[in-house]
């Protein structure tokens, strides 16, 4: 029940993010980073789009499916070959999206933590002091939570992808990867909060996995965002990270 609770109250904080960022105009915090976010998506889907080819002719050749064939073999080789183009474009486009989202956060950090901060502070009036060393050391942090989201991901891409040749389970292994791949980017948009309250990373692992609805909820909205053409991709970062600052203070809020 409480994933379910946590999870609305993912999809709603998005509601409450617009309808902070157009009270105070937030627009310069939003676009700043969505310019940075947009030329970032343009680079990796370059590169994406110019592998991806590679990628499927290695699959093909490593199941031997590459050569010629005849009679009713040809037309099930045939319809394999549909079925793995499908899965292998599907599992190289999120592979890349994950690696264009680990860039992003990797590269923007100290914008995203900004915006965070100064979303908390519209929401509680607390101030946070501005000290260069404790900055760098959240920056640091900021990259080891990326680093290791990224790493575990990674692994279970790589698990789903194998899993994938099962028959039957292939069919649900690209839902999993995108409930990892959500999962994953919430945790991140709610780590800058965590880590204002001076958590350490497995405090913040720990919250994260009791919220793990909402963390889902807040990825989920950060890749529907990402569909609609060019806005999306100016604005998803910085409502993510809107989004998530109000609803992880709603959460301490009700637990106190």
């Known amino acids: 029940m409480a994933l379910f609770k946590n999870f609305s109250l993912g999809i709603k904080s998005y509601g409450?993010?617009?309808?902070?960022?157009?009270?105070?105009?937030?627009?310069?915090?939003?676009?700043?980073?969505?310019?940075?976010n947009l030329v970032l998506f343009i680079l990796v889907c370059l590169l994406g789009y110019y592998s991806k080819d590679i990628v499927v002719?290695?699959?093909f050749d490593f199941l031997g499916l590459s050569g010629e064939h005849t009679g009713i073999a040809r037309f099930f080789i045939s319809l394999l070959h549909v079925v793995l183009n499908l899965f292998v474009?599907?599992?190289v486009f999120m592979i890349?999206?994950?690696?264009?989202?680990?860039?992003?956060?990797?590269?923007m950090p100290p914008l995203?933590?900004?915006?965070?901060?100064?979303t908390e502070r519209l929401?509680?009036?607390?101030?946070?002091?501005?000290?260069?060393?404790?900055?760098?050391?959240?920056?640091?942090?900021?990259?080891?939570?990326?680093l290791r989201n990224l790493l575990i991901e990674?692994?279970?891409?790589?698990?789903?992808?194998?899993?994938?040749?099962?028959?039957?389970?292939g069919l649900v292994c690209p839902v999993i990867m995108f409930l990892v791949s959500m999962y994953y980017y919430g945790f991140s948009m709610m780590d800058y909060s965590n880590e204002r309250a001076r958590l350490s990373v497995s405090q913040s692992v720990t919250f994260v996995r009791k919220h793990k609805g909402f963390a889902i909820a807040n990825g989920f909205i950060f890749y529907v965002l990402l569909m609609i053409?060019?806005?999306?991709l100016l604005i998803a970062p910085s409502y993510a990270v809107v989004a998530a600052a109000i609803g992880v203070e709603k959460i301490r809020e009700e637990n106190l």
């Open 96 to 107: 890349y999206l994950s690696t264009y989202k680990y860039i992003v956060l990797m590269i």
């Open 154 to 169: 990674l692994g279970f891409v790589i698990i789903l992808f194998i899993l994938g040749f099962v028959p039957l389970l």
């Open 229 to 232: 053409p060019l806005v999306g």
């Open 16 to 36: 409450d993010a617009h309808r902070l960022i157009v009270k105070h105009k937030l627009w310069g915090y939003v676009f700043f980073p969505g310019i940075i």
């Open 123 to 146: 929401m509680t009036g607390r101030k946070y002091k501005f000290q260069f060393k404790q900055f760098i050391r959240d920056i640091v942090r900021g990259l080891l939570i990326v």
């Open 112 to 118: 995203l933590a900004v915006l965070s901060e100064k």
């Open 89 to 91: 474009y599907y599992l």
């Open 57 to 59: 002719k290695w699959v």
